[in-house]
């Protein structure tokens, strides 16, 4: 991918002007999923759902390049995603490297 350091800066900057600091991995990926469900509810999220908001995240990142399908809502407006082939990585790095060129893509659309 042709200058994803920088890319990446720039998201980095983006995160920075919005909300006065530079969110990790798991808070990107959280706000992602909070954009992605479309609705924000008058209390607080639990730490569960919290941790499903990341799972929308990454299925809805990952479905952009074909590794997961968008199945619908269910009752409570929640997206639901199906695998369609495992994600190839070299470990770690490798997980990071395609969420980070994924979250690049979601941000310049």
């Known amino acids: 991918?042709?200058?994803?350091?920088?890319?990446?800066?720039?998201?980095?900057?983006?995160?920075q002007e919005?909300?006065?600091k530079v969110p990790d991995m798991?808070?990107?990926?959280f706000l992602i999923?909070?954009?992605e469900l479309g609705k924000i509810p008058a209390r607080k999220f639990?730490?569960?759902?919290k941790q499903d908001l990341i799972h929308?995240?990454?299925?809805?990142?990952?479905?952009?390049?074909g590794y997961y399908e968008y199945e619908g809502h269910d009752a409570d407006g929640w997206p639901h995603y199906m695998q369609?082939?495992?994600v190839e990585t070299q470990g770690l790095n490798g997980q990071e490297r395609i969420l980070k060129e994924c979250i690049i893509e979601y941000f310049e659309q």
């Open 1 to 15: 991918m042709e200058n994803f350091e920088e890319r990446w800066i720039q998201v980095e900057f983006l995160m």
């Open 18 to 20: 919005r909300f006065g």
């Open 26 to 29: 798991e808070g990107i990926l």
């Open 33 to 35: 999923g909070v954009n």
């Open 46 to 49: 639990s730490k569960e759902q």
């Open 56 to 65: 929308i995240a990454v299925c809805g990142l990952l479905a952009r390049r």
């Open 84 to 86: 369609l082939k495992p």
